[in-house]
């Protein structure tokens, strides 16, 4: 896998002829200013590792004209995304708490924002000073995909989109049949009692067996 965990402050900075980047999975932030003034920069995968996005990220980033912020992300930086002024389009999911001042200032262009979430939710993010172009952009509330089991790369994972959902661990429900997934993946080793509900059932080799009675 990917041993890259930390990208410095201002690593890419003013790196002028980069155009396209995939951040690796494991990174946990992308630091101050850490593709500041790349110009030609048109293309940003983000994993979802990543949980803050910091001040001047992506500043000046001028050729930029769409990114999706994964589900992991919780804060979006100071003057984060200012001055993108090719932004057309972003997709923000429901996982952002807090959007810094001047984030989005000088996005002149920007139109479409896409909330993974409801009105409400969109309207708890605390959405500091100066982010008018973002606030006077179309805001298209997404229902977010409900999480399911799915094979992700040759592994079967419970996920909403591509998004593997790491923090739970309990049974999981398709089609028809329960099966027990630990920190987002189907353990197919697993033999013993899971508590799910109040009651207690027996999986044998990640699948729950129903013919085995429970304790309440």
Do not use: M
Not at 65 to 83: E, H, L, Q, R
């Amino acid at each position: 896998g990917n041993s890259v965990t930390n990208i410095g402050a201002y690593a890419f900075d003013y790196c002028l002829s980069l155009t396209s980047i995939t951040i690796p999975e494991g990174v946990s932030s992308i630091e101050k200013g850490t593709f500041h003034g790349c110009w030609a920069l048109t293309s940003v995968t983000i994993p979802d590792s990543v949980t803050v996005i910091c001040d001047r990220a992506f500043q000046e980033c001028l050729s930029l004209t769409t990114i999706t912020i994964p589900y992991s992300v919780k804060s979006i930086g100071d003057t984060a995304f200012y001055n993108c002024e090719k932004l057309i389009s972003i997709t923000i999911p429901n996982s952002v708490s807090s959007i810094g001042q001047n984030a989005f200032s000088f996005c002149s262009s920007l139109s479409d924002v896409y909330f993974s979430g409801t009105e409400t939710e969109w309207n708890n993010i605390k959405v500091s000073s100066n982010n008018n172009d973002l606030l006077n952009a179309t805001i298209h509330f997404v229902e977010p995909e409900l999480p399911t089991l799915k094979e992700i790369d040759g592994v079967w994972v419970y996920a909403s989109g591509d998004t593997i959902i790491t923090d739970y661990t309990g049974l999981v429900e398709f089609n028809g049949d329960y099966y027990y997934v630990a920190n987002g993946v189907l353990d197919w080793n697993y033999t013993g009692l899971v508590e799910y509900y109040g009651g207690y059932y027996n999986v044998i080799n990640g699948y729950l067996d129903w013919n085995y009675s429970g304790l309440s």
